[in-house]
């Protein structure tokens, strides 16, 4: 039904000006080793799809007519993987300009990052770069996850399919909520973000009650019901379940306290740390999505074998142990018998393979990891119907490696995302170790353009946009930064720039009621982000986090 | 057979697997100590028996009963554990500044069972502690009060369950700088406080009347009276009013803690605790007849233009004028030592050293209304004690061994040099601080926002 946008597009286009027309939409895979399902060892079939939909899979299968062939005999067969929660091709929503009078001890709802009536359909492009990045490393859908601040909205099942395509399979998949508060206003902190949503959810409860009665009686007044209270009908009916982003063993604790007092569905995301909280997970029956990395090896990599006294070598040694246990986290959990999804969000496609590969090395098997990125995911987001396994009749999202999926040295040839093959460039395996660490980076890195960056505070986050130019050979610019007063951006032009290999770092002041600070960034620019600290003098130093919006043009 | 499953479950580790997991309650005899029980007076060397949590026996010649621990305390003091009436330590917010009125806002749900400071308080004999919302509002969030059970994992379990519920309020110039200055809104002044205070209150009798008619309402027939707003801001309000919080409110000048006292003989409310009251010296009778007392510095002022009137005499006086008197951290430095802060109002007042013990102990303790739970060694109340190596009110006093229900969360012969109970696996180290202005005094902690630049420059002394 969902993917009938497609099937239409190409069954009845009468002409093709552009030469871009497939010429079918049927597909043979012939003579892979395929892999239906977590836990099957795979064997040699051959995989049919056509319009999108698996037509069979096989031995002996005789090949339709109109089937374009893929050789598969090297080739490994997976099902696609589904992503349970992300920002893939999301933007922000433009920030409404500040009324005048806007009392921030009670904002209007839109102001606290209280904005449930959104849609993450309504914030998503299927041409965003993002879109290929994370297909390519093998996702086929994702729960886009709206931005914002508490309550930002409702999350969408989208197909990271044909650009050309309707990307939407599901609209309204759950309700996002996030321990975020609002910068400068209430509800600022966690403890007012709990505070807030408690009230929401009575209130929003009690608008129901109010609808009910209105409907049934004369002479009941009127309801009044907020946009915000409307959007929540579903939530606090147990429809729509909510998707809180818990990262750490507390933040597990409060969503599912809350969930406990309040009574609704919850799914938790994007968990860093909750190896203590692994019994709490599988005794609430709370579905969870793990943050698809693992800890940076930063502070392991520093540690100096030399001139450090006993006390600091037993600190590197919690450090260490500290590090070590959290890439056994994901294995703990399967072998406590909760199953799990993973979530992309604040993560970069890149580091997939990497974080997969450790977590397999720290004890996690590979079925519960393809249970995790297949049937898992699918079960929680109610597709399994139609998705997580290779079966007759589901749809066509498969992934084609070189060789099994979570081997080093396995590359991902295609990707099939409802029946659309993408190729994808398979590098020739090196004879001997890759000897990469000796040869010098010769990818120049580029910081020229527009980034947006997001800076995270004891009183919230805050964000805006750093313009990087080259003039006369110098760097320089400027950024916007919410304005210390209270209303809107403000913006301040950037000093001292300097670029040493990886490393950006630059200064900017901010005036404000006649004293001045100089605020101090500086990060690691990785392709087009850049993850850093940025420093305010007498408040300390906060994670900054920075993406190339838009490179400027090279000349 | 019975048995022998239970024993088979707690072998595994089962026997905590329940979402709510039980608090830990130990057995322990502590023997041939001094015993300063603040409530009974002195014994000399006698013991004291824990049992599952809970004081059994206090005497002499007391013999442990099968499997319990017996320490010897010869030549040591044993006292009821410290409570500090006013900390913020464990906790991950301190203000929720951004509305003058927050009482919806609960610490509970913001303890952070891993933060090294219960560790560094149980090191200095602390075993209550009362974290509390900051004083950047005029009623700010509802308190927690801990127990320092060190090395729990859930917030629940460092929780008091069974104290009652207690709140932040805070007059004077936190409150007027926030919201006043910084953000330009109601209250500008100490008569703004005094309004906004008693505007909340009436509109909580407003919305428990609102509540109560609905109530009555709605299961009459042809009824066509709709829910009023939900509001625990407006709740919480009402359960002062009703006698169910008490109120525990950051002041220093003596006028405005009068305000105070007659607001709350106006709304009728009886359970009101001073903090800071660094001039309750000049109004000691009145806090006597109408509060349940003061907590405040033993010799700290002069931070900012309203704390310069104070004496070191505060909680002497106050305490001979029958208030009920304790002596606070509000930092986590000062946590460590509350004993010699205790110390000091021998020093300017020449209270008692019962006195003096009871600022820390039982005076704390009814300050949160948990008097008959700890705050003494009485049968029948919490294993909560300390071990000192001399006199607690001694200068050379060094605690060795805290006791929280029985069960040992500190000894000075087991202290590593790393206590730590959560290390962060992408940071080499965490920042350690030495001197105490960098972490210490957190009343206005997550506020800088609020304030203008001047504000954030210059008055750096937060209380």
């Given at each position: 039904m969902?993917?009938?946008?497609w099937v239409m597009q190409?069954?009845?286009?009468q002409s093709?000006p552009?030469g871009?027309r497939?010429?079918t939409?049927?597909f043979?895979?012939?003579?892979?080793?395929?892999?239906k399902?977590p836990?099957?060892p795979g064997?040699?079939?051959?995989?049919?799809f056509?319009?999108?939909?698996?037509t069979?899979i096989g031995?002996?299968l005789?090949i339709?007519k109109d089937a374009?062939v893929?050789s598969?005999?090297?080739l490994?067969v997976?099902?696609?993987?589904i992503?349970?929660?992300?920002?893939?091709?999301?933007s922000k929503p433009?920030?409404?300009?500040?009324?005048?009078?806007?009392?921030?001890?009670?904002?209007?709802?839109?102001?606290?990052?209280?904005?449930p009536?959104?849609?993450?359909?309504d914030?998503y492009?299927?041409t965003s770069?993002?879109?290929?990045?994370w297909?390519?490393v093998?996702f086929?859908?994702t729960?886009?996850?709206p931005?914002g601040?508490?309550?930002?909205g409702?999350?969408?099942?989208v197909?990271l399919g044909d650009?050309?395509?309707i990307a939407?399979?599901?609209?309204?998949?759950a309700?996002a909520?996030?321990f975020?508060?609002s910068r400068?206003?209430?509800p600022g902190?966690?403890?007012?973000v709990?505070?807030k949503?408690?009230?929401?959810?009575q209130?929003?409860?009690?608008a129901?009650?109010h609808e009910k009665m209105f409907a049934?009686?004369?002479?009941?007044k009127?309801p009044?019901?907020?946009?915000?209270?409307?959007?929540?009908g579903?939530v606090?009916?147990?429809?729509?379940?909510?998707?809180f982003?818990a990262?750490?063993?507390?933040?597990?604790?409060?969503a599912?306290s809350?969930q406990?007092?309040?009574?609704f569905?919850l799914?938790?995301t994007?968990l860093?740390?909750?190896?203590s909280?692994?019994?709490?997970?599988?005794?609430?029956g709370?579905?969870v999505m793990?943050?698809?990395q693992?800890?940076d090896?930063k502070s392991?990599k520093s540690?100096?074998e030399e001139g450090v006294?006993e006390?600091?070598?037993?600190?590197y040694t919690?450090v260490?142990?500290?590090?070590?246990n959290?890439?056994k986290?994901a294995a703990n959990?399967?072998?406590?018998?909760?199953?799990?999804?993973?979530?992309?969000?604040?993560t970069?496609?890149?580091?997939v393979?990497?974080?997969?590969s450790?977590?397999?090395a720290?004890?996690l098997?590979e079925?519960?990891?393809?249970a995790?990125?297949?049937?898992?995911?699918?079960?929680?987001?109610?597709?399994?119907?139609?998705?997580?396994?290779?079966?007759?009749?589901k749809l066509?999202?498969?992934?084609?490696?070189t060789?099994?999926?979570?081997?080093?040295?396995?590359?991902?040839?295609?990707v099939?995302?409802?029946?659309?093959?993408f190729?994808y460039?398979?590098?020739k395996?090196?004879n001997?170790?890759?000897?990469s660490?000796?040869?010098?980076?010769?990818t120049?890195?580029?910081?020229?353009?527009?980034w947006?960056?997001?800076?995270e505070t004891?009183?919230?986050s805050?964000?805006?946009e750093i313009?990087?130019?080259?003039?006369?050979?110098?760097l320089?610019?400027?950024?916007?930064?919410d304005?210390?007063t209270?209303?809107g951006k403000?913006?301040a032009p950037i000093?001292?720039?300097t670029l040493t290999g990886?490393?950006?770092?630059?200064?900017?002041?901010i005036?404000?009621?006649g004293?001045s600070f100089t605020?101090?960034?500086s990060?690691?620019v990785?392709?087009k982000?850049?993850?850093?600290?940025?420093s305010?003098?007498?408040m300390?130093?906060?994670?900054v986090?920075a993406?190339?919006s838009s490179?400027?043009?090279?000349? | 057979?019975?048995?022998i499953f239970y024993?088979f479950l707690?072998f595994?580790g089962l026997?905590?697997?329940?979402?709510q997991?039980?608090?830990?309650k130990g057995?322990v005899l502590i023997?041939?100590?001094t015993?300063?029980?603040?409530t009974k007076g002195?014994?000399?060397?006698a013991?004291?028996?824990v049992?599952?949590?809970i004081?059994?026996q206090?005497?002499k010649?007391i013999?442990?009963?099968?499997?319990?621990?017996?320490?010897?305390?010869t030549g040591?003091?044993l006292?009821p554990g410290i409570i500090d009436?006013?900390?913020?330590v464990a906790l991950?917010?301190?203000?929720?500044a951004?509305a003058?009125?927050t009482?919806?806002?609960?610490?509970k749900d913001?303890?952070?069972?891993?933060?090294?400071?219960i560790?560094?308080?149980?090191a200095g004999?602390?075993t209550?502690?009362?974290a509390?919302?900051g004083?950047?509002?005029?009623?700010?969030?509802?308190?927690?009060?801990?127990?320092?059970?060190?090395?729990a994992?859930d917030p629940a379990?460092i929780i008091?369950q069974?104290?009652?519920r207690?709140?932040?309020?805070a007059?004077?110039?936190?409150?007027?700088?926030?919201h006043?200055?910084?953000n330009?809104?109601?209250?500008?002044s100490r008569m703004?406080?005094?309004?906004?205070i008693r505007?909340g209150?009436?509109?909580?009798l407003?919305?428990k009347?609102?509540?109560?008619?609905f109530?009555?309402a709605k299961?009459?027939?042809?009824?066509?009276?709709?829910p009023?707003?939900?509001?625990?801001?407006?709740q919480?309000?009402?359960d002062i009013?009703?006698g169910?919080v008490?109120?525990?409110?950051?002041?220093?000048?003596?006028?405005?803690?009068?305000m105070l006292i007659n607001?709350?003989k106006d709304?009728?409310?009886?359970?009101?605790?001073?903090?800071?009251?660094?001039?309750?010296?000049?109004v000691?009778p009145?806090?006597?007849?109408?509060?349940?007392?003061?907590?405040?510095?033993a010799?700290?002022?002069?931070?900012?233009?309203?704390?310069y009137y104070?004496?070191?005499?505060?909680?002497?006086?106050?305490?001979?004028?029958g208030a009920?008197?304790?002596?606070?951290s509000?930092?986590?430095?000062?946590i460590?030592?509350?004993?010699?802060?205790?110390?000091?109002?021998?020093?300017?007042?020449?209270?008692?050293?019962?006195?003096a013990?009871?600022?820390?102990t039982?005076n704390?303790a009814?300050?949160l209304?948990i008097?008959?739970?700890?705050?003494?060694?009485?049968?029948g109340?919490?294993?909560?004690l300390v071990i000192f190596?001399s006199?607690?009110?001694?200068s050379y006093?060094?605690p060795?061994m805290?006791?929280?229900?029985?069960i040992k969360?500190f000894?000075?012969?087991a202290d590593?040099?790393?206590q730590r109970?959560l290390v962060?696996?992408t940071e080499?180290v965490?920042?350690?601080y030495?001197r105490?202005?960098e972490e210490?005094?957190?009343?206005m902690?997550?506020?800088?926002?609020?304030?203008?630049?001047?504000?954030?420059?210059?008055l750096k002394?937060n209380?």
């Amino acid at each position: 039904m969902m993917i009938f946008g497609w099937v239409m597009q190409i069954s009845w286009a009468q002409s093709d000006p552009s030469g871009k027309r497939r010429v079918t939409s049927s597909f043979a895979i012939t003579n892979a080793t395929v892999i239906k399902s977590p836990g099957d060892p795979g064997s040699k079939a051959t995989v049919l799809f056509k319009d999108g939909i698996i037509t069979g899979i096989g031995v002996g299968l005789s090949i339709p007519k109109d089937a374009q062939v893929i050789s598969g005999d090297s080739l490994y067969v997976y099902p696609a993987f589904i992503d349970g929660g992300s920002n893939i091709g999301i933007s922000k929503p433009k920030e409404a300009e500040r009324p005048k009078d806007l009392v921030t001890s009670n904002p209007p709802d839109e102001f606290a990052g209280i904005t449930p009536w959104r849609l993450a359909t309504d914030f998503y492009s299927n041409t965003s770069t993002q879109v290929d990045e994370w297909r390519k490393v093998g996702f086929a859908m994702t729960q886009i996850i709206p931005d914002g601040g508490m309550l930002p909205g409702k999350t969408a099942l989208v197909s990271l399919g044909d650009p050309k395509s309707i990307a939407i399979i599901q609209a309204n998949v759950a309700m996002a909520a996030n321990f975020r508060g609002s910068r400068g206003m209430y509800p600022g902190t966690v403890a007012g973000v709990m505070a807030k949503f408690r009230d929401v959810y009575q209130n929003s409860t009690l608008a129901l009650e109010h609808e009910k009665m209105f409907a049934s009686a004369a002479g009941v007044k009127r309801p009044q019901t907020t946009p915000t209270q409307l959007a929540m009908g579903p939530v606090v009916q147990r429809q729509l379940p909510i998707l809180f982003t818990a990262n750490s063993e507390l933040e597990v604790r409060r969503a599912i306290s809350l969930q406990k007092e309040l009574g609704f569905k919850l799914i938790l995301t994007g968990l860093e740390n909750y190896d203590s909280v692994i019994d709490l997970i599988k005794n609430s029956g709370t579905s969870v999505m793990l943050k698809l990395q693992v800890p940076d090896d930063k502070s392991i990599k520093s540690q100096k074998e030399e001139g450090v006294t006993e006390a600091t070598k037993a600190q590197y040694t919690r450090v260490k142990e500290a590090y070590d246990n959290s890439l056994k986290q994901a294995a703990n959990l399967e072998k406590a018998g909760v199953s799990f999804g993973f979530s992309t969000l604040d993560t970069k496609a890149s580091d997939v393979h990497k974080a997969l590969s450790t977590m397999i090395a720290n004890g996690l098997s590979e079925k519960a990891v393809l249970a995790a990125l297949t049937t898992n995911p699918a079960s929680v987001l109610g597709i399994s119907r139609i998705a997580g396994t290779l079966e007759k009749g589901k749809l066509a999202n498969l992934i084609l490696a070189t060789e099994p999926l979570f081997k080093e040295s396995s590359q991902i040839k295609h990707v099939i995302v409802d029946g659309y093959v993408f190729d994808y460039e398979v590098k020739k395996k090196a004879n001997s170790a890759p000897n990469s660490s000796t040869k010098p980076e010769n990818t120049a890195i580029t910081v020229e353009g527009t980034w947006e960056y997001l800076s995270e505070t004891p009183a919230g986050s805050s964000g805006g946009e750093i313009t990087i130019k080259k003039e006369n050979g110098v760097l320089g610019g400027s950024i916007t930064y919410d304005d210390p007063t209270g209303s809107g951006k403000a913006s301040a032009p950037i000093k001292n720039v300097t670029l040493t290999g990886k490393n950006l770092s630059f200064e900017f002041d901010i005036a404000a009621g006649g004293m001045s600070f100089t605020v101090t960034v500086s990060g690691e620019v990785n392709g087009k982000s850049m993850e850093g600290n940025l420093s305010v003098p007498q408040m300390g130093s906060f994670p900054v986090k920075a993406t190339l919006s838009s490179p400027s043009q090279i000349n | 057979m019975k048995k022998i499953f239970y024993l088979f479950l707690a072998f595994f580790g089962l026997g905590c697997n329940f979402s709510q997991a039980q608090v830990q309650k130990g057995s322990v005899l502590i023997k041939n100590a001094t015993v300063l029980t603040v409530t009974k007076g002195n014994l000399e060397s006698a013991d004291v028996l824990v049992q599952n949590g809970i004081i059994t026996q206090i005497g002499k010649n007391i013999s442990a009963p099968n499997g319990v621990q017996s320490i010897d305390a010869t030549g040591k003091y044993l006292m009821p554990g410290i409570i500090d009436a006013h900390s913020h330590v464990a906790l991950d917010v301190v203000n929720e500044a951004s509305a003058p009125i927050t009482s919806e806002v609960r610490m509970k749900d913001v303890v952070n069972p891993f933060e090294i400071g219960i560790y560094r308080a149980l090191a200095g004999g602390v075993t209550v502690s009362h974290a509390m919302h900051g004083s950047a509002n005029v009623v700010g969030g509802q308190n927690a009060t801990l127990k320092h059970r060190w090395g729990a994992k859930d917030p629940a379990d460092i929780i008091m369950q069974d104290a009652p519920r207690t709140i932040k309020f805070a007059l004077g110039e936190n409150p007027t700088r926030v919201h006043g200055r910084g953000n330009g809104i109601q209250p500008r002044s100490r008569m703004g406080v005094e309004a906004v205070i008693r505007n909340g209150f009436n509109e909580a009798l407003q919305y428990k009347k609102a509540w109560e008619t609905f109530a009555a309402a709605k299961n009459t027939k042809g009824n066509t009276l709709t829910p009023p707003v939900y509001s625990e801001r407006l709740q919480t309000l009402a359960d002062i009013l009703d006698g169910k919080v008490i109120v525990h409110c950051h002041s220093y000048r003596a006028d405005e803690i009068y305000m105070l006292i007659n607001v709350a003989k106006d709304f009728n409310i009886k359970k009101l605790v001073f903090q800071h009251t660094n001039e309750g010296f000049k109004v000691a009778p009145e806090i006597a007849e109408y509060t349940m007392g003061a907590s405040v510095f033993a010799d700290w002022w002069a931070y900012k233009m309203e704390v310069y009137y104070s004496t070191a005499f505060n909680a002497a006086i106050l305490q001979r004028n029958g208030a009920i008197t304790s002596i606070n951290s509000d930092s986590a430095e000062l946590i460590r030592h509350l004993y010699h802060e205790a110390a000091k109002t021998q020093r300017y007042g020449s209270l008692t050293d019962e006195e003096a013990l009871a600022m820390i102990t039982i005076n704390p303790a009814k300050q949160l209304g948990i008097d008959d739970k700890v705050g003494s060694i009485e049968v029948g109340k919490q294993g909560d004690l300390v071990i000192f190596d001399s006199h607690p009110l001694s200068s050379y006093a060094v605690p060795q061994m805290t006791f929280v229900d029985g069960i040992k969360y500190f000894d000075i012969v087991a202290d590593k040099d790393d206590q730590r109970q959560l290390v962060i696996a992408t940071e080499m180290v965490e920042p350690i601080y030495l001197r105490a202005n960098e972490e210490a005094h957190r009343c206005m902690q997550d506020v800088e926002i609020y304030l203008d630049a001047f504000d954030v420059a210059f008055l750096k002394e937060n209380h």
